[in-house]
């Protein structure tokens, strides 16, 4: 029998292979994020803006992937953006490899 953190560790590995060298896009809005992996029910990682805006509480769909540019100036001045251009600073790894 699956448990229910083992089911949610489940549908969070399916959201971070999805956003793998990709940024983010906050559901109904213009603006792209860098993403980083945030802990998440205890040690579950889920992706979640660099900058740290909020994203419609537990929604995990609310960030959607996307391979344009990094636009959020706040996660710009992290320096750990845009792993599609090639430019400046990577985004940092959802996990090491």
């Known amino acids: 029998m699956t448990t229910v953190v083992e089911a949610f560790a489940g549908v969070a590995a399916a959201i971070v292979e999805r956003f793998a060298g990709r940024n983010g896009r906050v559901r109904g809005s213009s603006v792209v994020h860098a993403v980083h992996p945030e802990r998440w029910l205890g040690e579950i990682r889920v992706p979640a803006p660099a900058c740290r ?3 419609a ?3 995990l769909d609310a960030l959607v992937p996307t391979d344009d540019p990094v636009t959020c100036a706040r996660c710009l001045s ?3 953006y845009s792993t599609v251009t090639g430019n400046g ?3 940092l790894p959802l996990w090491d490899a």
């Open 53 to 55: 805006v909020g994203v």
């Open 57 to 59: 509480g537990f929604e």
């Open 89 to 91: 600073p990577r985004q």
């Open 78 to 80: 992290t320096g750990h």
